[in-house]
């Protein structure tokens, strides 16, 4: 097995005018013995000499380009390539299941109808909150103590705003659900305008059948 020096340094190479761009365009690997012969080539270091480029491919999808170059004292040979396909093809997994990890945590932490935070989401923020309230609180306390200095009286304050929709059971059947749900994604997108970024608007669902909802 041959030993592969990798350069972790990030390189931006202009897709449209290099070898890269074109394995990208054209989705098949290439083997390039020598670089400075190839008009597509986009030189970022003058001691490289040759080397192998892999689309990174998952059902039919490209998601970039493995790019392997070595310099004259090192010729890279189809060994290579066998080697750096079956890397390309590991790395297009990882990325599909990281990808899946990443829907799979936003469907189960964001309403699919207005894309706010859910009902469980909220529930956690709360939970959360109301521990960094009690700890600031005795920390509070333990400075009143200490302190000679006015301080704030009492614990810190925490705010939750219920909005409500009523008669939205009535809305679904006159006019449909996709308007209902328009309608719901309006109230979510104005709340959310009308708060600082810092604080969390949420989607308390019910449920269809409910004559209310809430935000």
Same mark, same amino acid.
């Given at each position: 097995a041959r030993n592969l020096a990798f350069d972790a340094?990030?390189?931006y190479v202009p897709i449209e005018r290099s070898i890269i761009g074109r394995v990208a365009r054209a989705r098949q690997t290439e083997l390039v013995a020598d670089v400075r012969a190839d008009p597509d080539y986009f030189q970022v270091d003058a001691q490289v000499t040759?080397?192998?480029y892999v689309p990174i491919l998952r059902e039919e999808r490209l998601i970039g380009v493995l790019a392997i170059e070595d310099v004259a004292s090192r010729v890279l040979d189809e060994h290579d390539v066998t080697f750096l396909q079956s890397m390309a093809s590991l790395l297009s997994i990882l990325v599909e299941r990281a990808e899946l990890a990443t829907h799979l945590e936003h469907d189960a932490t964001t309403d699919l109808v207005t894309q706010l935070p859910n009902r469980q989401t909220l529930q956690q923020h709360?939970?959360?909150?109301s521990e960094q309230v009690q700890r600031l609180a005795a920390v509070s306390a333990s400075r009143r103590l200490a302190l000679t200095a006015d301080l704030p009286a009492g614990p810190p304050q925490v705010s939750v705003l219920i909005a409500g929709i009523d008669g939205f059971k009535f809305i679904n059947e006159l006019y449909g659900h996709a308007t %209902?749900?328009?309608i719901l994604r309006q109230?979510?997108?104005t709340l959310r305008?009308?708060?600082a970024p810092e604080h969390l608007? %949420?989607?308390h669902k019910i449920g269809r059948a409910s004559c209310r909802e809430r935000v």
């Open positions: 340094r990030p390189t040759n080397g192998i709360l939970d959360t909150t %209902a749900d328009d109230v979510g997108a305008a009308c708060l608007v %949420a989607r």
